[in-house]
Structure formats: C-alpha cells, structure tokens
C-alpha cells in the first residue's frame, strides 16, 4: 500500500494540529496503520497505532490523553489529532501500515514519506 502523510508545520506550544495518511490500493481495512516519529538526531519512535476496523488504538505515553487516531476507512484515510503540543513533540512524522497490530516499526512494511511538525515554546 501508498501511503500519503500531510498536514504538518509550524505551532506554539499548546496548540493543535491534525495529521492525516491516505492510503491508495485495495484492502485498507486490513491495514493496522500507525504514527512513528523522528527528532533530530533520535531514532525514529512509535507513537499510536490504530486497527483496521478502527475499534482498538494504542499510544506512546508521552502522548496518551492528547493525541487522538482515528481513521475513516470510506476514504482510506487515518488522522492523528494533537492536541496540547509541546515542543518535544517536534519530529518528522510518518505514517505505516502493517498487517500486524504491533507498536514495533519492524512490523510495519509499507511508510509514508513523513510530514514535519514543529513546535516552538
């Protein structure tokens, strides 16, 4: 599967941003997809991952209870909400899918081209 990340840049500290993935191909409900991100200088770090049927989600704890995924399989799209940012929330962000429901990145085969965030405090 093609995956397409957008919708990151430039934020204060305490705002909002919403990123979105769509996915082009068949079968996208079968997909888990899932957020990683990089820093600069940092390895690149899991964040959420949500199921293909969009019933079951699971998050890093450096951002459980701000950021929300979810995802809309009528369009082969999953949005990750962040809200109350921070500027260690600065990173590229990228999207993946897997046909594993993992917060591994080795489960995860197919990755968007990443979309960057930047949060100034």
């Known amino acids: 599967v093609q995956l397409q990340a957008s919708g990151g840049g430039l934020v204060q500290a305490g705002d909002s941003l919403r990123l979105s993935c769509t996915a082009s191909g068949p079968y996208f409900k079968t997909y888990h997809l899932g957020w990683f991100r990089q820093a600069p200088g940092k390895e690149r770090e899991f964040v959420a991952v949500i199921r293909g049927s969009g019933d079951s989600t699971l998050y890093d704890d450096s951002v459980k209870g701000r950021f929300t995924l979810s995802r809309d399989n009528a369009k082969n799209t999953v949005y990750l909400q962040m809200n109350s940012l921070k500027p260690e929330d600065t990173a590229v962000y990228y999207c993946?899918?897997?046909?594993?429901?993992?917060?591994?990145?080795?489960?995860?085969?197919?990755w968007g081209q990443g979309t960057l965030v930047t949060v100034s405090s």
């Open positions: 993946a899918a897997s046909s594993l429901y993992s917060r591994r990145r080795e489960a995860f085969n197919d």
